[in-house]
């Protein structure tokens, strides 16, 4: 079943007077692209959050954006990396050696450093928080994929009804096209009987370069074409998951004979046939663009 790859996707938990909020929003993209927000004790774990909706989802531009609230909020929760501290000293002390400077170390040189502090949520509690965020996240992603579901139903619905449209234009087409095939090989013969007059005709050879003229005309194999593209096109939509990509190629073939029959077909009917099956399969492309 098609999805669309538009949606929204959001969950909440509460855990120990934190509050994890998660909300997944996707727009049309022609690949897989994620833009991620979240808090910097959680940015390590920014590959595992992609993988994990990478699983699910295979086109569109996803916007995460998770959330971490708790009681601890307005607690400074910082420390100093005294490691870090360490090494940053020996630099500095290299550097002074090298550069000559007699200026002594003060405390103010380090806090140029943003290395030297550590997050205390982060050493402590950002392995438990991020297996609640991961809970949290699989939620989200669930109910995104359950609106995209809904929203390409109303797609399939609708493209199901431009492709029926495109099914009675072309069997119209064929009917005509056979009696015009017809008639235009009267006139032909009977146009080129009155141009040469008395004088006389070699039938056979005429019959032949007649046939091969209306052969030009014949667009029985691009009719019989575009049927088979629309069986394969309502057949991709209903069996296949991800079917935009496929789609919009059947899509571009469609449009491929749909010229070629205006280039062959000097008839006002199916010229007025052919304009409307070019209105439908713009609007189906237009509708495609949505689809996974």
């Known amino acids: 079943m098609a999805s669309s790859m538009t949606g929204l996707g959001m969950a909440e938990i509460q855990h120990e007077g934190t509050t994890i909020n998660v909300e997944l929003r996707s727009v049309n993209n022609r690949f897989l692209e994620l833009m991620c927000r979240m808090p910097p004790f959680l940015s390590r774990y920014e590959r595992e959050v992609k993988d994990i909706i990478k699983s699910q989802i295979t086109r569109g531009k996803l916007y995460v954006s998770i959330s971490v609230q708790g009681e601890t909020n307005n607690v400074l929760d910082i420390g100093v990396d005294l490691k870090k501290a360490q090494s940053i000293r020996?630099?500095?002390?290299?550097?002074?050696?090298?550069?000559?400077?007699?200026?002594?170390?003060?405390?103010?040189?380090?806090?140029?450093?943003?290395?030297?502090?550590?997050?205390?949520?982060?050493?402590?509690?950002?392995?438990?928080?991020?297996?609640?965020?991961?809970?949290?996240?699989?939620?989200?992603?669930?109910?995104?994929?359950?609106?995209?579901?809904?929203?390409?139903?109303?797609?399939?619905?609708?493209?199901?009804?431009?492709?029926?449209?495109?099914?009675?234009?072309?069997?119209?087409?064929?009917?005509?096209?056979?009696?015009?095939?017809?008639?235009?090989y009267k006139k032909m013969v009977e146009r080129i009987e009155k141009l040469m007059g008395n004088r006389e005709l070699d039938k056979e050879r005429l019959h032949t370069e007649i046939v091969l003229m209306a052969d030009k005309m014949d667009v029985t194999e691009e009719c019989v074409r575009l049927q088979s593209h629309n069986q394969v096109f309502l057949r991709t939509l209903k069996q296949e998951v991800v079917v935009g990509k496929r789609l919009n190629f059947l899509l571009q073939e469609m449009n491929r004979e749909t010229n070629t029959i205006s280039s062959k077909a000097s008839n006002a009917e199916i010229s007025h046939l052919v304009v409307e099956m070019k209105e439908e399969i713009e609007k189906l492309r237009e509708q495609v663009q949505n689809l996974e």
């Open 90 to 184: 020996n630099v500095l002390n290299e550097l002074r050696k090298v550069t000559g400077v007699n200026e002594e170390l003060r405390l103010e040189h380090f806090l140029q450093f943003s290395e030297v502090f550590q997050s205390i949520k982060e050493s402590e509690t950002s392995e438990k928080i991020w297996e609640k965020v991961r809970d949290v996240l699989t939620r989200a992603l669930e109910d995104l994929k359950q609106m995209r579901i809904q929203e390409g139903k109303a797609l399939e619905k609708d493209i199901m009804k431009r492709i029926r449209c495109l099914g009675k234009n072309i069997t119209a087409i064929q009917k005509i096209a056979k009696k015009n095939l017809s008639e235009s």
